[in-house]
């Protein structure tokens, strides 16, 4: 593959960032795809910090240390989540803007009602934000020694195809692939799901109640066009999302109506 | 006010939620005005939460205590996120399914770009995804002492409308009101905006460098139609939202694109 250059014919620096922490395999599986195109920067949570959603630090100062990952990227590890260590590597630690924001491997699923749980998704969601065209990439394996090829193959292709042709503002692409061979990437949409939680009770040592959350994904949705399907089907899937979230249609509807 | 009744001529049962925790003003504020409607619960964090977005937990098991708020209505502080609060209320903690949640009022806009980092408008669409109408409800002002009484006001129109009306499966409310007496409520879409953060780097007495995050919102969008301009010009805005965060216009340019 031709190494696509970024703006005055330099190549492309690209900013790699993830929600499992920089320690994860994921990340570095991604950093391996991104390194064929350009320059890589890694600036991760220096923890797991999976389910943050697009939560931000205000309280509490930031720290940052240096992390070689796989000996041989450079990487920042910083205390904040996904979100934090974007807005933090645009503003102070790249040396330029980034080309293009990659968040991931993650490890599980971001289709469906878990991308608005997830700090994946909202590292490249405040990619997207700070101007620079962003990426999500998760393969739906949990597993930490999961088969990331067929998850690698689909990034190579969505990065290629964004770094030539550019995505509109506000726009983000949400890349989810199955574990194993790459089968195929298709467009998609947002699957209509939730989690039916389940809470399991028990009681301390000192008698006290404590909760432990687990749930299973419920799916809304039968349609042939939506992220879980075209998974369930084998096929990664592209679904490009955005973050205004206005209500158009209803707004339409009620825009008449005096409170 | 006419009291509303829930399902079978009851009164409604009404779960409050926040982001500031359960000790602060804007909750006791929200609960009063849902306390005319109907019987009130609260479930809300033990501590403060803001700007943890649509974060659960997942690695730690979740406590409650039951607390008063106001020496007058009952409630549970929970140590989790508020996204937590509502999953744990409807699965574990209330009698049965609540007819309505209402979470707020927080201290601080959740308007324009706002609103994606807002554990106050997360618990709303958390309750939105277990099938309970919701409503987000915010004011302007930081201040602990503000001045809630418009924001109240809102509120109470707000509330009167969707126990009446209802709201469509999938959408939530989102109103945002200035501190101060009510001039009156406007259907708005959300803002395009984005923080401009600055990180204030300092060096510990270790010698070791942190950072300190702060921002300014930057208004990206002229138009009279939006959140901001509608606070802006003293009404207080309502804008429905969607966790549907496909961008449905680009899917439909792209999906001839083979990857």
């Not at 690209?14 to 994860?24: E, P």
Request: with cysteine; glycine share 10%.
């Amino acid at each position: 593959m031709s190494e696509s250059t970024g703006a005055k014919g330099r190549k492309p620096l690209i900013l790699v960032c993830n929600d499992d922490g920089i320690f994860s395999p994921g990340i570095k599986a991604l950093a391996e795809v991104a390194d064929e195109f350009g320059d890589v920067e890694i600036v991760a949570p220096d923890r797991q910090q999976s389910a943050v959603g697009h939560a931000v630090t205000i309280n509490v100062p930031l720290r940052t240390r240096a992390f070689q990952v796989d000996n041989r990227f450079h990487g920042q590890a910083c205390s904040g989540t996904p979100a934090d260590c974007i807005k933090l590597a645009h503003h102070e630690l790249l040396r330029q803007k980034p080309d293009l924001v990659v968040s991931g491997i993650n490890h599980g699923s971001n289709a469906g009602i878990n991308l608005i749980y997830s700090g994946t998704v909202s590292a490249a969601t405040e990619g997207t934000i700070m101007g620079t065209p962003s990426i999500a990439v998760s393969c739906l394996d949990f597993d930490e020694e999961a088969d990331l090829s067929g998850a690698q193959d689909a990034a190579r292709k969505v990065i290629g195809y964004v770094l030539n042709h550019g995505l509109p503002p506000g726009v983000t692409l949400n890349l989810n692939a199955p574990a194993g061979p790459l089968k195929g990437v298709k467009w998609a949409r947002q699957a209509n799901s939730r989690y039916v939680e389940e809470f399991d009770g028990r009681r301390d040592p000192a008698n006290r109640d404590y909760y432990w959350m687990t749930g299973r994904l419920e799916l809304l949705d039968d349609s042939e066009d939506t992220d879980i399907k075209v998974l369930s089907n084998g096929y990664a899937s592209l679904t490009p999302i955005q973050y205004d979230l206005t209500a158009y249609r209803l707004l339409g509807e009620v825009e008449g109506i005096e409170l």
